[in-house]
């Protein structure tokens, strides 16, 4: 086979994740001191200046700092602004499902089964309306176990909003996914499952759980400082996770930060 062929044939599919924007209601709200607006502007400006060509960005979860429509709707127009790729998103505890769902707008997100080569993404729901930890509904394990039953050739990256497995830090490992067991129970039976990334923990973490990646990424505003068992701030910046995504299964993946900004932002902080 003619060499340049070849090399086109295995390029890497590039995939971005984005997590935990909290817009407010209005672009001048901030959190913690720090306009959620801009640092996800920057974020965002930061994929262009990084990212030659992507194949799919994904936003996993708290996209709103509580569910407005008009946030989702700023949001999408933010994302257009930066991008032409397909996107796609979940929800997060501070989102709106039923708002994200009911959304009329042209270029809506897309589907949550999101197929790039080899590799199938699968986007659930771990949301339990009007709480702060996670939990898998029944009809969401049986929608897992069915793509994944029915998908048995795929590299499957699983991607959720809460934390499957404890980080390290009390404070928000009391909101991990409850039923996470129930969870890894079918990913056990499915040995094509190379991926498990998440959000929530405005954090960069990676683990590894038998064949199983567990991977989560900073948020594009605040970042909680990792090992901490009370509520606490940490100074790195704003950022995104990349992966790519190789037709053999192997991946690569790594994180990329805001750099040359001075955010006010409250570090003293108890809660947010
Ligand atoms: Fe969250």
Same mark, same amino acid.
């Given at each position: 086979?003619?060499?340049?062929?070849?090399?086109?044939?295995?390029?890497?599919?590039?995939?971005?994740?984005?997590?935990?924007?909290?817009?407010?209601?209005?672009?001048?709200?901030?959190?913690?001191?720090? *306009?959620?607006?801009?640092?996800?502007?920057?974020?965002?400006?930061?994929?262009?200046?990084?990212?030659?060509?992507?194949?799919?960005?994904?936003?996993?979860?708290?996209?709103?700092?509580?569910?407005?429509?008009?946030?989702?709707?700023?949001?999408? *127009?933010?994302?257009?602004?930066?991008?032409?790729?397909?996107?796609?998103?979940?929800?997060?505890?501070?989102?709106?499902?039923?708002?994200?769902?009911?959304?009329?707008?042209? *270029?809506?997100?897309?589907?949550?089964?999101?197929?790039?080569?080899?590799?199938?993404?699968?986007?659930?729901?771990?949301?339990?309306?009007?709480?702060?930890?996670?939990?898998?509904?029944?009809?969401?394990?049986?929608?897992?176990?069915?793509?994944?039953?029915? *998908?048995?050739?795929?590299?499957?990256?699983?991607?959720?909003?809460?934390?499957?497995?404890?980080?390290?830090?009390?404070?928000?490992?009391?909101?991990?996914?409850?039923?996470?067991?129930?969870?890894?129970?079918?990913?056990?039976?499915?040995?094509?499952?190379?991926?498990?990334?998440?959000?929530?923990?405005?954090?960069?973490?990676?683990?590894?759980?038998?064949?199983?990646?567990?991977?989560?990424?900073?948020?594009?505003?605040?970042?909680?400082?990792?090992?901490?068992?009370?509520?606490?701030?940490?100074?790195?910046?704003?950022?995104?996770?990349?992966?790519?995504?190789?037709?053999?299964?192997?991946?690569?993946?790594?994180?990329?930060?805001?750099?040359?900004?001075?955010?006010?932002?409250?570090?003293?902080?108890?809660?947010?």
């Amino acid at each position: 086979m003619d060499a340049v062929v070849k090399k086109a044939m295995s390029k890497p599919k590039r995939l971005i994740q984005i997590s935990d924007c909290h817009l407010g209601a209005l672009s001048s709200e901030a959190l913690l001191g720090l *306009n959620t607006d801009q640092s996800l502007h920057d974020v965002l400006a930061l994929i262009v200046e990084k990212e030659a060509a992507f194949d799919y960005l994904v936003c996993t979860g708290d996209i709103a700092s509580a569910g407005h429509d008009t946030c989702y709707r700023r949001f999408i *127009n933010i994302i257009h602004q930066y991008f032409s790729a397909p996107f796609a998103w979940l929800p997060g505890n501070h989102d709106s499902v039923p708002i994200m769902a009911a959304l009329d707008i042209p *270029n809506p997100p897309e589907s949550r089964l999101i197929e790039q080569g080899n590799w199938l993404v699968i986007l659930l729901d771990s949301v339990v309306p009007k709480k702060v930890h996670g939990n898998f509904a029944e009809s969401e394990l049986a929608f897992l176990s069915q793509v994944l039953t029915a *998908n048995p050739t795929k590299y499957i990256i699983v991607m959720l909003h809460h934390q499957p497995v404890l980080i390290g830090s009390a404070w928000i490992d009391q909101y991990i996914v409850r039923n996470a067991d129930a969870f890894f129970a079918i990913i056990d039976q499915h040995p094509q499952v190379k991926m498990v990334a998440w959000g929530h923990v405005h954090q960069d973490f990676r683990s590894q759980r038998n064949e199983v990646a567990l991977i989560a990424t900073p948020s594009t505003c605040v970042q909680f400082k990792p090992q901490c068992d009370d509520f606490t701030v940490d100074t790195l910046m704003p950022g995104y996770r990349w992966y790519d995504l190789r037709d053999d299964g192997s991946f690569s993946t790594g994180i990329e930060r805001v750099t040359g900004k001075e955010y006010v932002i409250d570090y003293k902080s108890a809660g947010y």
